[in-house]
């Protein structure tokens, strides 16, 4: 009669959470901004000229990569943001401001 191997149970490794993804590159930061932007300024309602001239920029940057008119809107948007965060808007956080000036200060 053979022996029969006993196999202990496999150590499941505990599944850890992919890291996030860290954006690094200035254009991808600045068109992070500029999706953030639109959503906030959408969300609150406010600056309708300003919400279609960063879509606008946004859709023409995926034809021709030229992030200039992101860097001009995200400026643009900067100020917006900031006069709404005096006045306390909710939902405008400093968090957002510094994520723009972020993307704003990648490019210099």
């Not at 200035?26 to 309708?48: G, N, Q, R, W």
């Not at 859709?59 to 900067?78: H, K, V």
Request: aromatic share 4%; glycine share 2%.
């Amino acid at each position: 009669m053979a022996k029969a191997t006993s196999k202990a149970p496999a150590k499941v490794a505990a599944k850890k959470a992919a890291p996030k993804k860290t954006v690094t590159n200035p254009v991808e930061l600045i068109v992070k901004a500029c999706e953030a932007s639109l959503a906030k300024l959408s969300e609150l309602d406010i600056e309708h000229p300003l919400q279609s001239e960063i879509n606008w920029c946004l859709s023409s940057f995926q034809n021709d990569q030229n992030p200039i008119g992101l860097y001009q809107m995200a400026e643009r948007s900067l100020i917006i943001f900031k006069a709404e965060l005096a006045k306390k808007t909710k939902g405008v956080t400093a968090k957002l401001i510094t994520d723009i000036e972020k993307a704003l200060k990648a490019d210099a």
